[in-house]
């Protein structure tokens, strides 16, 4: 499926997606179409459904991937939500999660949270750098906070999430990051060691608290890692 979609354009790009049936909900079509990607990774040819370097080890994931994880979340996506953002990177779909937001918030009033959680402190600089040149109400009015740290532990201090979505595979279950997810919220999560195959895993806790597993698919992610090592 990669590779299946490009375009000069961002809206050629989205509209091929959609055309693949890769993206099937206007609104998820619509934050994307919203974000260009050109400002999220600075090459050549931005508008090819692969992913591309940025640098420090990472990659911005493939368009594909970003839209699965957007219509995987949609349901959880709602005024006056928390999401959190694990390997962060470029900025890409912290930006996608808070239009995302936005477009189901117009009747609302509730204050809504964002928070991308990258390790590289080279790569916190670029994606404020690329979420400010993309909109800079985004930070200025505290809609997205990109905080530097071990994104294995999550972030405490604005938990609990109704979503996380974790862009880098961890290597066993994400127990922290449970810990740290509301009830009625879900994880996405692709676990598995690198270099073998990983499964795109979701998430979901009951409003018990009991955690419901499902393996969505195979996939192929750059690490969670210690930066130390
Ligand atoms: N969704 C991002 C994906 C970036 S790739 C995008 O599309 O731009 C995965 C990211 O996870 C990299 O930026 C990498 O630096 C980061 N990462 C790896 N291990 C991490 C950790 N332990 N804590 C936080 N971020 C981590």
């Not at 080890?57 to 979340?73: G, K, Q, R, V």
């Not at 532990?153 to 938990?159: I, M, N, Q, S, V």
Request: charged letters at 25%; a negative charge.
């Amino acid at each position: 499926m990669a590779w299946r979609s490009q375009s000069d354009s961002n809206e050629g790009l989205i509209q091929q997606l959609k055309e693949n049936g890769i993206i099937k909900n206007e609104m998820v079509a619509n934050a994307m179409k919203m974000t260009d990607r050109k400002l999220y990774c600075r090459v050549a040819y931005p508008y090819v459904d692969r992913p591309h370097s940025i640098g420090f080890s990472a990659t911005i994931s493939a368009p594909h991937m970003h839209a699965f994880a957007l219509e995987n979340l949609f349901d959880f996506i709602k005024p006056g939500c928390r999401i959190l953002d694990v390997g962060s990177g470029s900025g890409f779909l912290t930006a996608c999660f808070s239009r995302l937001i936005d477009a189901k918030s117009v009747n609302s009033n509730e204050k809504s949270l964002v928070i991308g959680i990258e390790h590289h402190p080279k790569l916190v600089e670029f994606s404020i750098g690329n979420l400010n040149s993309d909109d800079i109400k985004f930070i200025e009015e505290g809609k997205i906070k990109i905080i530097q740290g071990d994104g294995r532990l999550g972030c405490k201090e604005f938990a609990p999430y109704d979503c996380i979505h974790v862009g880098a595979a961890a290597a066993d279950i994400p127990s922290e990051l449970l810990n740290q997810l509301k009830p009625n919220g879900r994880l996405l999560c692709p676990v598995g060691l690198a270099g073998e195959t990983q499964q795109m895993e979701q998430y979901d806790k009951t409003a018990s608290g009991e955690i419901m597993k499902k393996t969505l698919m195979s996939v192929v992610y750059v690490p969670l890692t210690d930066l130390n090592e």
